[in-house]
């Protein structure tokens, strides 16, 4: 870690004080009673310093010189100017945004001067433990001349941008970077903030992350970093960040030119340039005045293979709040991705399934509608006629969107499996594991891990089931662990980041982990499953937390690394849906069936898990 120089002293100062005077905010607002620098001529380098805080912060400056290269007309309304006479010091950026609050009257081209209160803007608010962004607010602004050359842009490479991501915090400060002198040849995090408000350039780049609904998308500088068999980039590791990865957003408002749609492994072809911003759900962006062409490579959505005679086939499959008030076409295509791409499997644990009228909050629990219009479904694409078992949440107690009261459902081919009814559960009874015949059973079959334990509290409790095939017990336990809301970015300001929704996930891992001892304790050889959206990745403690003492193994290790994701987060392809098999299972096929995360166009944001098997 670097020593602190006297300019690092100065702005852990300014910090604290810009704290105290709620000039690093949440919101693009300032104190009126900032300070005046004495400085004659302030340049954007000198406001924007060599740390991620300004020196200036809370000072009024006067006078700023610089060429605009970017209006944004919506959301966060300002603009992007830049000097065109660097300094020589590669930490301090050349360019800045100015916060006007609404429509700039500025055109890219125009030089200006601008004077204002220099502020940090913390995207997403303080609690966020995001970087801020460092800005001018309440700007008054002078135009001097329009038409002028644009400072020659950046170019983002994959040999400017370095391979260690970001340095670690300072432990005096809480974990913070905000302190630290930038290294941008040396950390990509520190590389981006020196270009911070810079007018930048991204060639030829592949798509890691698709088009989403708040028109963005993701691409790579290092198409050979962590590469994913289908175009993306894996996140294999807490230290595999993925520095190469950029978010792309357009300055062009959509009703005038609509944003490109991609998948993953599309090519955003020529040159994409505009200033570099800081948001909220990307951290480092390229604000684009021009855009690449998207290059459709063709992604199509795979198929995994048909259970063979003696194999069980299971899957789970997060359909993303499903209830009957969503159109018939959304039913349709994930029946269809049930029959065709799932190829009917046996047993099908489904996440996410709201009641009877969804997100209307008037006391319905019941599920039956939307699990029979989404069994009718699968039924009119060719499918089985699926029976299905769960066990009804109470009322605002699972989470989940306000009045939808989500759980799981296993649904199962009545051909080809039977169900194991064992009457008494509800959601608040716990089932337990008893020997019958020299098996292990269940004391109530649908039932409930474990439902008062706090670790569930204000989250889905997991359903388990016995299941026969050809004879054999299999017991599946159905999950949906609590999500990462709350979790710090990879991009924050604190390294490592504090993931905080982590604590009740390995609860949760740790109480079903205990379930599973206990069958394993009363017959060794049970055949056991644990699926569903875990929430957490193959490495994680959460995961580590489920498999303790050898009972469980994440199945979607066996996979090689190029192919373990279910999930597409900020253009990193990785696992939250997983299934966990005890050790007499052998000899299993594992797929995780890439429909939906990849691309643009999503019936679900989750790839559905199955595993095919003989018990």
Do not use: C
């Not at 999500?483 to 924050?492: H, L, M, R, T, V």
């Not at 996930?505 to 060794?524: D, I």
């Amino acid at each position: 870690m670097p020593a602190a120089s006297s300019r690092t002293t100065a702005v852990s100062a300014v910090v604290t004080a810009a704290l105290a005077a709620g000039l690093l905010t949440g919101a693009a607002t300032t104190s009126a009673s900032a300070s005046t620098t004495a400085d004659a001529q302030v340049r954007i380098h000198d406001i924007q310093g060599s740390t991620r805080i300004s020196p200036l912060a809370g000072q009024q400056v006067a006078g700023v010189a610089g060429v605009v290269t970017g209006v944004r007309t919506y959301g966060s309304k300002g603009f992007w100017f830049q000097d065109p006479q660097a300094d020589a010091d590669p930490a301090t950026s050349e360019g800045i945004f100015v916060y006007t609050g609404s429509a700039p009257t500025v055109a890219v081209g125009d030089a200006v001067t601008v004077s204002g209160t220099v502020t940090e803007y913390v995207p997403g608010g303080l609690d966020s433990g995001n970087q801020s962004l460092t800005q001018i607010s309440k700007p008054t602004v002078t135009l001097v001349s329009s038409g002028n050359a644009l400072p020659a842009p950046v170019r983002i490479t994959s040999r400017s941008v370095p391979s260690r991501y970001t340095p670690e915090g300072d432990p005096a400060a809480g974990g913070s970077v905000n302190a630290l002198r930038l290294q941008p040849s040396r950390y990509a995090l520190d590389h981006y903030e020196s270009l911070e408000g810079m007018n930048v350039e991204v060639g030829t780049s592949r798509v890691v992350g698709a088009t989403d609904t708040h028109a963005e998308l993701w691409v790579t500088v290092k198409p050979h970093e962590n590469d994913a068999r289908r175009g993306g980039t894996v996140y294999g590791s807490y230290t595999s960040q993925n520095t190469g990865r950029l978010q792309i957003q357009s300055l062009v408002p959509l009703a005038q030119q609509p944003f490109p749609k991609a998948n993953v492994g599309d090519v955003l072809s020529g040159a994409t340039e505009g200033p570099l911003d800081f948001t909220q759900y990307g951290g480092y962006t390229l604000t684009a005045r021009t855009m690449g062409t998207v290059v459709d490579r063709g992604l199509r959505r795979e198929t995994t293979r048909k259970q063979r005679d003696g194999e069980l086939a299971v899957a789970t499959y997060n359909v993303e709040n499903l209830d009957p008030s969503d159109p018939q076409e959304k039913f349709d295509a994930l029946a269809a991705a049930v029959v065709d791409n799932l190829a009917s499997p046996d047993v099908l644990a489904l996440e996410e399934i709201q009641d009877n009228n969804g997100s209307k909050s008037d006391g319905t629990v019941a599920a039956d509608l939307t699990v029979g219009k989404f069994i009718a479904a699968i039924e009119a694409a060719g499918g089985p006629a699926y029976d299905w078992r769960s066990i009804d949440p109470q009322d605002k107690k699972d989470g989940g969107e306000p009045g939808g009261n989500i759980r799981q459902v296993f649904l199962f081919n009545p051909e080809r499996v039977s169900f194991t009814d064992r009457a008494g559960g509800d959601a608040t009874s716990a089932t337990e594991v008893v020997r019958e015949r020299g098996r292990a059973a269940l004391t109530l079959s649908p039932g409930r891990i474990d439902p008062t334990n706090p670790a569930w509290e204000n989250s889905r409790k997991p359903l388990v089931g016995e299941f026969s095939f050809r004879g054999r017990p299999v017991f599946v336990v159905a999950n949906h662990f609590a999500s990462k809301g709350g979790d710090e970015s990879i991009f924050s300001e604190h390294q490592p980041p504090t993931r905080s929704s982590e604590v009740q996930r390995h609860a949760q891992a740790e109480t079903v982990n205990t379930f599973v001892k206990k069958l394993l304790s009363t017959q060794k050889n049970a055949d056991v499953l644990v699926v569903g959206d875990i929430n957490d990745f193959e490495f994680s403690g959460t995961t580590e937390a489920l498999t303790a003492g050898g009972v469980l193994y994440p199945a979607i290790k066996s996979l090689p690394r190029s192919e373990r994701y279910s999930y597409v987060y900020q253009g990193n392809s990785q696992v939250l849906d997983q299934i966990l098999t005890s050790p007499s299972i052998r000899g299993f096929h594992y797929d995780s069936v890439h429909i939906n995360a990849e691309f643009a166009d999503q019936n679900s944001d989750h790839d559905p898990q199955v595993v095919r098997f003989r018990p």
